[in-house]
Nanobody, 129 residues
Framework: QVQLVESGGGLVQAGGSLRLSCAASGHTFSRYTMGWLRQAPGKEREFVAAVTITWSGLNTYYADSVKGRFTIFRDNAKNTVYLQMNMLKPEDMAVYYC????????????????????WGQGTQVTVSS
């Protein structure tokens, strides 16, 4: 059984930064695609970022809305994936979920929430204007 535990959410002013963490256990972390997705009130869950491993190495993917502001990275030694969020905007406010897939997902599958097998409980990010 795979467990994912997020942390690092909170309240921040627009323009500020937060770093989310997702600690994983119960699987061979280094082989999994790890992603971050978010859901705002009244909206569908949407893809934010993901990091996956293929024969050519690590691949990262970002939603257009966060490119240049968010960075996803993983520390396999700590079984943890991070989402560094800079220049936060009020529209970034949502519950952020960490997700894992046992497959090496590529675009566009990596943006599809149904491709992920395991989910964390979510962490709230609130951005004040």
């Amino acid at each position: 059984q795979v467990q994912l535990v997020e942390s690092g959410g909170g309240l921040v002013q627009a323009g500020g930064s937060l770093r989310l963490s997702c600690a994983a256990s119960g699987h061979t972390f280094s082989r999994y695609t790890m992603g971050w997705l978010r859901q705002a009130p009244g909206k569908e869950r949407e893809f934010v970022a993901a990091v996956t491993i293929t024969w050519s190495g690590l691949n990262t993917y970002y939603a257009d809305s966060v490119k240049g502001r968010f960075t996803i990275f993983r520390d396999n030694a700590k079984n943890t994936v991070y989402l560094q969020m800079n220049m936060l905007k009020p529209e970034d406010m949502a519950v952020y979920y960490c997700a894992a897939s046992g497959r090496s997902l590529l675009h566009p599958s990596v943006t599809d929430s149904t491709e992920y097998d395991y989910w964390g409980q979510g962490t709230q990010v609130t951005v004040s204007s």
